[in-house]
């Protein structure tokens, strides 16, 4: 079956220990993006990457990290959590990045509790 | 800068009834737009995808058009059922950064049976 995977599902964590989430992908997709999502502010981007080793900013990357050393894989790292980074997270993948005909395809969500 | 903006937050109706819901957008330079689903503690779903060349799109009861010049989307569902009940949100992928997609807060819909 055709999915994102993202794990952990919940995560309740304290400030300052790091933390990463992983997402993959068995589409073969080569586009990946990472999003949080908050009360009032709708889905925001955090980090996309459009193929292997390349990765760029999304509209807020401020205390995020990302890889991407193998197409199906796209971890999120927190490497300093902060309480404002309690949000709920989506992963998501499309075909490529210039096939604008493409729908994304996302995870079911990770819920991060910063305390 | 792209901005989505989705009206009405939140709608009920009854069972049968068929609504439509509006999606807008302030820049019409835009590939595409996507209307997506969420269940609660979910992912999105996508729903449908317009083509900024294309006028509208059709999925079962679910009809999407896209109005770009006014920068404008509605996705009309027809014969509602409870099982719509859900969130509903709207995204743009800007011609600007083919790589981003906007997405609006998005409409919360209750079906009342």
């Known amino acids: 079956e055709a999915q994102v995977t993202q794990n952990p599902r919940y995560l309740i964590t304290v400030t300052g220990k790091k933390l990463t989430v992983t997402c993959s992908q068995n589409?073969?997709?080569?586009?990946m993006s990472w999003y949080r999502q908050d009360p009032g502010l709708g889905l925001r981007q955090i980090y996309y990457?459009?193929?292997?080793?390349?990765?760029d900013k999304g509209d807020v990357p401020e205390g995020y990290k990302v890889s991407r050393k193998e197409k199906r894989n796209f971890p999120l790292i927190l490497e300093s959590p902060s309480p404002n980074q309690t949000s709920l997270y989506f992963c998501?993948?499309?075909?490529?990045?210039?096939?604008?005909?493409?729908?994304?395809?996302f995870g079911d969500g990770t819920r991060l509790s910063i305390l | 800068k792209q901005e989505v903006t989705q009206i009405p937050a939140a709608l009920s109706v009854p069972e049968g009834e068929n609504l439509v819901l509006n999606c807008s957008f302030t820049?019409?330079?835009?590939?595409?737009l996507q209307w997506f689903r969420q269940d609660p503690g979910k992912g999105l779903t996508s729903l449908l995808l317009?083509?900024?060349?294309?006028r509208e799109q059709t999925s079962g009861r679910l009809n999407a058009s896209l109005d770009k010049s006014s920068g404008r989307s509605t996705l009309y569902i027809a014969a509602s059922q409870p099982g719509d009940s859900a969130t509903y949100l709207c995204?743009?992928?800007?011609?600007?950064?083919?790589?981003?997609?906007?997405f609006g807060s998005g409409t919360r819909l209750s079906i009342r049976p």
């Open positions: 317009i083509q900024s060349s294309q």
């Open positions: 820049d019409s330079a835009i590939y595409n």
């Open positions: 990457s459009m193929n292997v080793e390349v990765t």
């Open positions: 998501a993948s499309s075909l490529k990045q210039g096939a604008t005909n493409q729908p994304q395809h």
């Open positions: 995204a743009v992928r800007p011609s600007s950064s083919a790589s981003k997609i906007i």
């Open positions: 589409m073969n997709h080569e586009y």
